[in-house]
């Protein structure tokens, strides 16, 4: 004999679960964000780690709360945000602990080459064209970039005229780049530079930078190897590098 299902019943019931869950998650969440905004979930300590160029004290005047302040009241995108907008901030990691402890691990950026600022005034820059510092009393060793337009504020980035000069530094191997002294656009608006040694290279225009840059270290090698000493390396056309010393002008063996 089959039993009778009470329709009426089993909406009961369902309400009743409904309800009963609906009470909890409101109690959960009531408890969470009571608990977040209590005393004893208030920020304690932040470490900083990674900082190299900045100072501490630098970085937590941009980060938004300050120790005692509500745990939950930091947001992590807000704060990274914050960060971001220094000049020698790349990216920064943040994490919150229940303990109260906040970590922040900070990327700096690095700085590949000077940019003049005014007439014999330089600025550190990166491979990306963001302005590091203002202009510097004793610039480090590091190639010069000119014939562009001067930099701007720490923070901001360079022209679109640098991209190639940058993009040439980004592809030059290190034990290389270190070895120029300038680079720059001449009034044709070609590429040229000048290495430390006194050589004068000439890139041409910005189309092949990277195969240009392959071809000047082989051919730096090559000269080396052979104990010249030209002073003039044209590497406008890849495919047919030229070198040249005061009494002759030769394609390289």
Request: glycine residues 10%.
């Given at each position: 004999m089959e039993e009778?299902?009470?329709?009426?019943?089993?909406t009961s019931r369902t309400r009743r679960i409904v309800t009963i869950a609906a009470i909890t998650i409101a109690m959960v969440s009531a408890a969470y964000v009571l608990l977040g905004r209590s005393p004893l979930f208030d920020v304690e300590q932040v470490q900083i780690y990674g900082l190299h160029r900045m100072n501490v004290t630098e970085v937590e005047e941009h980060?938004?709360?300050q120790r005692g302040d509500p745990l939950l009241s930091v947001n992590s995108a807000e704060v990274r945000r914050n960060l971001e907008?220094?000049?020698?901030?790349?990216?920064?990691?943040?994490e919150r602990g229940w303990?109260?402890?906040?970590?922040i691990d900070v990327t700096e950026r690095r700085a590949i080459a000077l940019a003049m600022v005014a007439p014999q005034q330089w600025a550190l820059i990166d491979v990306t064209g963001r302005v590091l510092t203002r202009a510097l009393p004793y610039p480090?060793?590091?190639p010069r970039l000119s014939g562009v337009r001067a930099a701007g504020e720490p923070g901001s980035y360079m022209a679109s005229d640098s991209g190639a000069l940058l993009v040439v530094l980004a592809a030059l191997p290190v034990e290389l780049r270190q070895q120029f002294y300038s680079l720059r656009r001449d009034t044709s608006g070609e590429i040229e530079g000048s290495l430390k040694g006194g050589e004068e290279i000439v890139f041409g225009d910005d189309n092949?930078?990277?195969?240009?840059v392959i071809v000047l270290a082989t051919v730096l090698s090559h000269l080396r190897e052979?104990?010249?000493n030209d002073q003039f390396i044209d590497v406008s056309l890849p495919h047919e590098p030229r070198v040249r010393s005061e009494?002759?002008?030769t394609s390289t063996p």
């Open positions: 009778a299902v009470d329709p009426e019943g089993g980060l938004g709360f907008l220094l000049p020698w901030v790349h990216s920064a990691d943040i303990n109260g402890h906040i970590k480090p060793d590091l092949k930078l990277s195969a240009k052979q104990n010249r009494a002759r002008t």
